[in-house]
């Protein structure tokens, strides 16, 4: 596991401010979004929660764990192609997490459309 060594506060003000996401500004600090994030809250930065609205669906991590079963999938199998983090699979499975509606989109496709979705979102 790659260790992240945490920037200055300065560092991290002045590149997500230049940035205007903490997408860009993980991608351009070559470090995952979560250390970005991470580094925003220690320091206490505020951010812009644009561009996230939270998915109105249906579809809870115990329908996505039975669905993952009956198409005979493992996590690792459904992470690989759907290109979902193993760890977001499993959180999300276990109620930890929710996710976003492009991972619904992702995990959607991966169980050929077997997932209950609401396209309004």
Known sequence: MKL???????YVERVYKEQRSIEKAAKYSGVAYPTFWRWLKHYGIETNNVGYTPVESEFTGS???DLRRKAGLTIDQLSEQSGVNRTSI???ELGKATI????IINLQASLNGLLPFNSNA
């Open 4 to 10: 992240s060594v945490l920037r200055s506060k300065e």
């Open 63 to 65: 329908e996505c764990r």
């Open 90 to 92: 499993i959180n999300f």
């Open 100 to 103: 976003r509606k492009k991972t």
